[in-house]
T-cell receptor, first 111, second 113 residues
Framework: QKEVEQDPGPLSVPEGAIVSLNCTYSNSAFQYFMWYRQYSRKGPELLMY????GNKEDGRFTAQVDKSSKYISLFIRDSQPSDSATYLCAFTQGGSEKLVFGKGTKLTVNP | KAGVTQTPRYLIKTRGQQVTLSCSPI?????VSWYQQTPGQGLQFLFE???????NKGNFPGRFSGRQFSNSRSEMNVSTLELGDSALYLCASSPDRAPYEQYFGPGTRLTVT
């Protein structure tokens, strides 16, 4: 079983749509859950991170963690063409600085 | 604050050669991590340095090595390059108070021919 699974997409949505991106994980030791955004030919940019189960909101972005199901989600409201990028989930045990990444989901928001 | 910087941005090398990549972390960050990104494997952890000491290492062969200097700048070296080493090499730094909060540089695109 892979440590992290993320649907690679690609995902194409119209501007203004609500986008849902998901990852599952198998390692119960993961304590921090991150979402990164990566534009073409750029390094990943940290969007949000959470520690506990539940929701965390930041503007149009909401991160959701369900530790019991080992499932995390990122919701993007009112999606914009500028949101077009690859979204990567990442996990770490907390005591280690090693991040374990999903393969990324490529999102295109069409005007 | 200036972000993480990496040099060079692009590099073309021949099989068998060696290469050194450089990373300057965000000011005040003492932890520097290196990752390899390829289309097939995604982002994979190489190693992490803190105050000139390697604290963590991923599952890469010994041809991949790194070091960190007293000013927290870091270098990674790949010896005896193979075609499969072609990748985007990313460096990330994090603050002491939140080591999981990693900020990435733009990466060095290495092509091995």
């Amino acid at each position: 079983q892979k440590e992290v699974e993320q649907d690679p997409g690609p995902l194409s949505v119209p501007e203004g749509a609500i986008v849902s991106l998901n990852c599952t994980y198998s390692n119960s030791a993961f304590q921090y859950f991150m979402w990164y955004r990566q534009y073409s030919r750029k390094g990943p940019e940290l969007l949000m991170y959470t520690y506990s189960s539940g929701n965390k909101e930041d503007g149009r972005f909401t991160a959701q963690v369900d530790k019991s199901s080992k499932y995390i989600s990122l919701f993007i409201r009112d999606s914009q063409p500028s949101d077009s990028a690859t979204y990567l989930c990442a996990f770490t045990q907390g005591g280690s600085e090693k991040l374990v990444f999903g393969k990324g989901t490529k999102l295109t928001v069409n005007p | 604050k200036a972000g993480v910087t990496q040099t060079p941005r692009y590099l073309i090398k021949t099989r068998g050669q060696q290469v050194t990549l450089s990373c300057s972390p965000i000011s005040g960050h003492r932890s520097v991590s290196w990752y390899q990104q390829t289309p097939g494997q995604g982002l994979q952890f190489l190693f992490e340095y803190f105050s000139e000491t390697q604290r963590n290492k991923g599952n890469f062969p010994g041809r991949f090595s790194g070091r960190q200097f007293s000013n927290s700048r870091s270098e990674m070296n790949v010896s005896t390059l193979e075609l499969g080493d072609s990748a985007l090499y990313l460096c990330a730094s994090s603050p002491d108070r939140a080591p999981y909060e990693q900020y990435f540089g733009p990466g060095t695109r290495l092509t091995v021919t």
